[in-house]
């Protein structure tokens, strides 16, 4: 049974950091992409990066280029989302998602679509 597990959230202070963590199970790891995403009260689910774990490529949504940096750890089947410089609009609940990938991936749901999902973790950016 394929399993995401997120973790990290918390309250963090404007232009500060944080990192979320995605453990993934029940699936071949590097079979897979993993994506990031969010969603804030009253807003859609926003993509916000991905990996693709069979060949390492990235993608990133121009709303987090340049502050958010995605990486994994084979040993420990997990998927990192370091965010940095962040503002109180980056407040909202982190979702990860699974999916099995063809060396690419992509955050856009008319592009790439995501079969499993975590529960989320709340991160929360106080001004």
């Known amino acids: 049974e394929v399993q995401l597990v997120e973790s990290g959230g918390g309250l963090v202070q404007a232009g500060g950091s944080l990192s979320v963590s995605c453990v993934v199970s029940g699936f071949t790891f590097a079979d897979y992409a993993i994506g990031w995403f969010r969603q804030a009260p009253g807003k859609e689910r926003e993509g916000l990066s991905c990996?693709?774990?069979?060949?390492?490529?990235?993608y990133y949504a121009d709303s987090v280029k340049g502050r958010f940096t995605i990486s994994s750890d084979y040993a420990k089947n997990t998927v990192y989302l370091r965010m940095n410089s962040l503002k109180p609009e980056d407040t909202a609940v982190y979702y990860c998602a699974a999916n099995v990938p063809s060396g690419w991936c992509d955050v856009r749901p008319e592009i790439y679509e995501y079969d499993y999902w975590g529960q989320g973790t709340r991160v929360t950016v106080s001004s």
């Open positions: 990996i693709s774990l069979s060949d390492g490529s990235t």
